[in-house]
């Protein structure tokens, strides 16, 4: 079975788009034509899996660019998971609590 992914990235004074797009690429997420940072890819894996993978994969491509400020948001197979943003304190991201 195959899991749909759709990533929606919100990224702010991102230095170099095309050194992160290059590493995203790289690990399974291509650009979606005519959008800006949203990308799409498949996993084979479990969804607990795919969400700390998207997670860790988008992490690492920022960390390796300077920006200010990033929010994230994913679908899999069509069913939205909370909102993320990047916490500069921690070098991660950590879930939007409602």
Same mark, same amino acid.
């Not at 702010?12 to 650009?31: Q, T, Y």
């Not at 943003?85 to 921690?90: G, I, L, P, Q, V």
């Given at each position: 079975m +195959?899991? &749909?992914?759709?990533v =929606? =990235? &919100?990224?702010?004074? $991102?230095?170099?788009?095309?050194?992160?797009?290059?590493? @995203?690429?790289? &690990?399974?997420?291509? *650009?979606?034509?005519?959008? +800006?940072?949203?990308?799409?890819?498949?996993?084979?894996?479990?969804?607990? +899996?795919?969400?700390?993978?998207? $997670?860790?994969i988008?992490?690492?491509? $920022? #960390?390796?660019? +300077?920006?200010?400020?990033?929010?994230? @948001?994913? =679908? $899999?197979? &069509?069913?939205?998971? *909370? *909102?993320?943003?990047?916490?500069?304190?921690?070098?991660?991201?950590?879930?939007?609590? #409602?």
């Amino acid at each position: 079975m +195959s899991i &749909e992914v759709l990533v =929606l =990235l &919100e990224v702010e004074g $991102l230095e170099d788009k095309a050194k992160f797009e290059k590493h @995203v690429s790289r &690990e399974g997420f291509f *650009p979606v034509e005519g959008e +800006s940072f949203v990308y799409t890819g498949n996993s084979t894996t479990t969804t607990f +899996s795919t969400k700390a993978y998207i $997670l860790e994969i988008f992490k690492k491509g $920022l #960390q390796n660019n +300077s920006f200010t400020k990033a929010n994230l @948001v994913f =679908l $899999l197979n &069509e069913i939205a998971y *909370p *909102p993320y943003y990047y916490d500069k304190n921690t070098n991660d991201f950590e879930e939007v609590k #409602q």
